[in-house]
């Protein structure tokens, strides 16, 4: 079936460093994708949002990348700060009800 | 009203038993979701209602499984004859419509099959 995976399993920083995590996707009908972080014992925050008619969006220490040509998407995290440790996920919606998650990147931000 | 609520946190059963777990979503939310996810995996779709209709359920959701939202408030989620397979995380979110900017996750309840 469609899916939406990760390149990188784990992922480990030092502080003060930008990082980067990837994700690919497989379903062409997916028009908006979300970049979750989830700590230990609970549930997915939210991070930054994006549609399909968009190639870049900004937030708060925080860029996701849309490439759909290849489609791949992408959360890029400036100065990351311990409290940036956690598991990432990429999610697609092709229908805008649930979302397919990837499996996760876990972020270690290193002193 | 603080976000979407799980209860309980934690339960641990025998295998065999039935569990039910509740979700209360943010109030002004009709649309309310659940979710499974395993360690170390990004959780995966079980069903999902607007208002009381539950309009969607997933292939991951067997027989033993249902869930209602009587009221379309509050939902419970009821595994029958649980197996070990079982354990994981069971995620509840909500949303307002397919406002997807305003979807909600709750902390989740974490179910361990003995």
């Known amino acids: 079936g469609e899916s939406v995976g990760l390149h990188l399993p784990t992922l480990s920083v030092q502080e003060g460093d930008n990082s980067i995590i990837n994700c690919a996707y497989s379903?062409?009908?997916?028009?908006?994708f979300i970049w979750y972080k989830q700590e230990s014992g609970k549930g997915p925050q939210f991070i930054i949002d994006?549609?399909?008619?968009?190639d870049k969006r900004q937030g708060q220490r925080v860029t996701v990348l849309l490439n759909k040509t290849v489609k791949h998407l992408s959360l890029q995290i400036a100065a990351t700060q311990p409290g940036d440790s956690a598991v990432y996920f990429c999610?697609?919606?092709?229908?805008?009800?649930?979302?397919?998650f990837g499996p996760g990147t876990r972020l270690s931000v290193l002193p | 009203d603080t976000g979407v609520s799980q209860d309980p946190r934690h339960k641990i059963t025998k295998r065999g038993q039935n569990v039910t777990f509740r979700c209360d979503p943010i109030?002004?939310?009709?649309?309310l979701y659940w979710y499974r996810q395993t360690l170390g995996q990004g959780p995966e779709f079980l069903t999902y209602?607007?208002?009381?209709?539950?309009?969607?359920k997933s292939r991951l959701l067997s027989d033993r499984f249902s869930a209602e939202r009587p009221k379309g408030s509050f939902s419970t989620l009821e595994i029958q004859r649980t197996e070990q397979g079982d354990s994981a995380m069971y995620l509840c979110?909500?949303?307002?419509?397919?406002?997807?900017?305003?979807?909600?996750f709750g902390s989740g309840t974490r179910l361990t099959v003995v």
């Open positions: 979110a909500s949303s307002l419509n397919s406002d997807l900017w305003g979807y909600t």
């Open positions: 379903n062409s009908a997916s028009d908006y």
């Open positions: 994006i549609r399909s008619n968009m």
């Open positions: 999610a697609e919606t092709p229908y805008g009800q649930n979302f397919v």
């Open positions: 209602f607007q208002n009381e209709a539950q309009l969607e």
């Open positions: 109030s002004e939310h009709n649309r």
